[in-house]
């Protein structure tokens, strides 16, 4: 490769890049000096399904070359965080599932505790999701025709009320509702399942 030889390097032990090869991992897993890639499938095949420290032996091979071209792995963990919806006119500007929708550019519930707010839009849900909070801001409405949507906290709702509609293989989850702003949920199908108290203004 000439002179892209150095090419994504950085931080990388080359001496120990250069000794990183599935033909050394396989002579040092099988105590053979000159295993063979063919050995260690063999050898895999005989194995199939153990596990090791709960890792399979893909997670071992995968593991040892990541240590070995220095890639580190480690869960970059965002702190839970309010996202907003802003329609983007790039887009249908309608559908939760698409980030471009997001005023952070991802998708809701990738965090623990998420909150969301609708700012009084209008949504299409997709996905499988649990939030802290739903803040569907006046006039909001969201539409749950697929997927599973789990709020664990609060429903909040603005001046110009919320609606919910729920219809063929649509679930949403929710822990009960307080405001006084009206709250319409309609069901048509789907799962509506309140596992808290209703005492605000609901039209179900």
Known sequence: LGR?????TDGVDAAVADQTTIQLYAAALLDKPD???RDLSAFLRQDLGSTANGMTDADLITSYFQAGFGIDVSPSIA???TLRFVPNDLGEGVRWDNRLNWDEGRLPGADNGDSVDLAGNWVNYG???TLRDLDFGSGGRLSV?????NVEGELITGA???EIDISAAGQFWT???TGNDLLDIDVDGGRFANTGDFSGNVDL
């Open 160 to 162: 110009g009320g919320a």
């Open 79 to 81: 702190p839970a965080d």
């Open 127 to 129: 996905g499988t999701t």
């Open 35 to 37: 295993a063979t890639i």
């Open 4 to 8: 892209d030889n150095d090419r994504n």
């Open 145 to 149: 025709n697929h997927g599973y949507l």
């Open 175 to 177: 822990d009960g509702y």
